[in-house]
C-alpha cells in the first residue's frame, strides 16, 4: 500500500478506465449462494473473488459491507477480498462500508482497523458524534472519508432532513465543501433526487458515493442529472443487488453477474464516453 | 442464553446486588499492558479477564469497546470474554459497544453480529439513518438497545444541539420514551449535566448509559442528581480509564483495579444503600 497513490487520484484514474462511475457493492448474504460454485467452493471469499473477476472491466470502485462479514465471523475473507482486489487490480480503489461512528482513542483504532487491517481505501463514516468522529481518519493522508450525509431509506429523513430550513444534511455537505480535501466524499442517496441537487449546490466539488439505485429504487438518470459536477465527474454510484444477486440455479451465474455490470456501467458512462 | 431474562429484568437485578450503577468500560489499548502480567498471558483476553475478575463485585454491567478489538484483529477474543462472563458471572449483564449504524439487511447482520455472534445482552446503536437502524435490533427482544442522544465529546453539539430550540438529542430521548420499551436505552454523556437534566425531563422512564465520568471530566455528583428516575435508579454509568488504566509497573496492578472500581461503586452507589 505504500506506493498507492491518494485515493481520489486513484479513483480518477478509475472513472478514466472504467468510463463509468459504476461502483459494485459486493454484500453477500447467506442466500445467496450460487449452485455453480462446488460445495468446498462456497463462502464469502470464493463468491466475493468471482464477483470482482466478473464486474473488474466495468467499474470505478468496489466496496464491501463489514456487516456482512462481522456477522459471519468472517473477517478474515473480508482481509483475503480486499488483498485480492489489490493484488489483481491494483487501478480499482476498494471501499469499506463500516459507518463507523465514535471519538478519541476509539475512532483512532476504528481508523487502525479500516486502513491498516484492512488496507482499505475509503471508508464510511457517521458524522452523528461530530466531526472528531472524522478527524482520526483524515491522519491517513492517502485514504478517503465518506461521511453520510443523506442517506437512501426513507426514515432517515426524521433526522437528516430536520429541520426543514437548514437540514443536518446540507449541514454536513457545507463542512465537507469547506475542508476543500477531495479525498473527504459525502454519501447522498439515489433516491431523493431533490436532495442529490441541494446536496451538489452546496458541495459543488466534492464527490459523492451514492447508493440507491436499481433495488432500492433511485434511478441512474436522476443520479447523472443532479449529482454530476460541472466537469461530468464526481460521482461513485453504487449497485449492489442488482449485480450480484442473479438466478442461483443458473450454471452462468457469474457470467449474468459481468453482464449486468456490463449494463449498469453503460447506464452510468461519463458524458464524453 | 436461552435461558437469560431480559436485559432490563437484569440490569434491575446487578443494580441491586452490586448497590450501584457502576459500570467498567474493558477498553485495553495497546500500551495497558501491566508487568505484571508475564509476556506469554499478555493480549486483550488476560488483560479483561483480570479486569473482569477484578471489578465483578462492584458493577451492575460491563461494556466492551467493539473498536479495540477490531483494530487487532481481535474480535475472537472478544467473543472469549464475553462467553466467560456468561459462565463466571452470570448475572452481570454484557454491553457491546458497537454504535451501528445501518439499514435493512446490513442492519440485521450486525444485530447478528452483537446478539448472536458475540452473545451481548446490550448493544450501542447510532440512529444517524433514522429508526430503521434501531428496529432491526428491537426485534431480539430479550436484549438490550442503547440509542446514541447526546454524546459526552464536545464536538457533538454541532449535531446534537441543533437546532437550539428542539435539538436532535431531545427528538431522539422523546422517540425513546414513547416506545415504553425498558430494553430501550438511550446514550447521554456525563459531561453536560444540564442536558443530561432535559433529557430526563423528557424521557422520565428511560434508562441511560453514561459515558464521561472522570477521565473525560464528568462529575458523578451531577450525573446522580440530574440522571436519576424518581425511583433512584435508571442510571449505567461507565468508566474505563479511571478504573483499568493503572501504574503498569505496579506488582498489584489489579488490586488497585479493584480498589478503583470498589471507590466508584460507593461514589454512583443507590440512595437507599
Avoid at 108 to 119: C, D, I, L
Avoid at 173 to 199: C, E, F, I, W, Y
Wanted: charged content about 20%; hydrophobic content about 40%.
Amino acid at each position: 500500500m505504500a506506493n498507492r497513490s491518494s485515493f481520489y487520484s486513484s479513483l480518477e484514474s478509475a472513472w478514466d478506465e472504467s468510463g463509468s462511475c459504476l461502483c459494485v457493492g459486493v454484500d453477500p448474504t447467506p442466500d445467496m449462494n450460487p449452485d455453480v460454485l462446488s460445495a468446498n467452493k462456497r463462502g464469502l471469499y470464493e463468491f466475493g473473488k468471482r464477483v470482482v473477476d466478473a464486474v473488474s472491466d466495468f467499474v470505478c470502485s468496489v466496496k464491501f459491507n463489514h456487516a456482512h462479514f462481522a456477522a459471519a465471523a468472517q473477517e478474515n475473507q473480508l482481509c483475503r477480498l480486499i488483498q485480492y482486489i489489490h493484488e489483481h487490480y491494483p487501478s480499482i480503489p476498494v471501499i469499506l462500508d463500516a459507518k463507523r461512528g465514535d471519538i478519541g482513542a476509539t475512532a483512532q483504532q476504528y481508523a487502525r482497523e479500516a486502513f491498516e487491517r484492512y488496507e482499505a481505501d475509503a471508508v464510511t463514516v457517521n458524522p452523528f458524534l461530530g466531526w472528531e468522529t472524522v478527524q482520526p481518519f483524515l491522519e491517513y493522508k492517502d485514504r478517503g472519508v465518506i461521511v453520510l450525509c443523506k442517506t437512501s431509506n426513507p426514515d432517515a429523513a426524521w433526522l437528516q432532513d430536520f429541520p426543514e430550513d437548514d437540514p443536518v444534511y446540507l449541514r454536513v455537505a457545507k463542512k465537507v465543501q469547506a475542508t476543500a480535501n477531495p479525498n473527504l466524499m459525502l454519501v447522498v442517496g439515489a433516491t431523493h433526487p431533490d436532495s442529490l441537487r441541494r446536496v451538489r449546490n452546496h458541495a459543488p466539488e466534492a464527490t459523492f458515493l451514492v447508493p440507491g439505485i436499481g433495488a432500492q429504487g433511485g434511478v441512474a438518470e436522476d443520479v447523472l442529472q443532479y449529482g454530476r459536477r460541472t466537469d461530468g465527474l464526481g460521482l461513485v454510484v453504487n449497485c449492489s443487488r442488482g449485480v450480484i444477486r442473479q438466478d442461483p440455479s443458473s450454471s452462468d451465474y457469474f457470467g449474468m453477474v459481468r453482464e449486468s455490470a456490463k449494463a449498469y456501467n453503460r447506464m452510468l458512462a461519463h458524458e464524453s464516453q
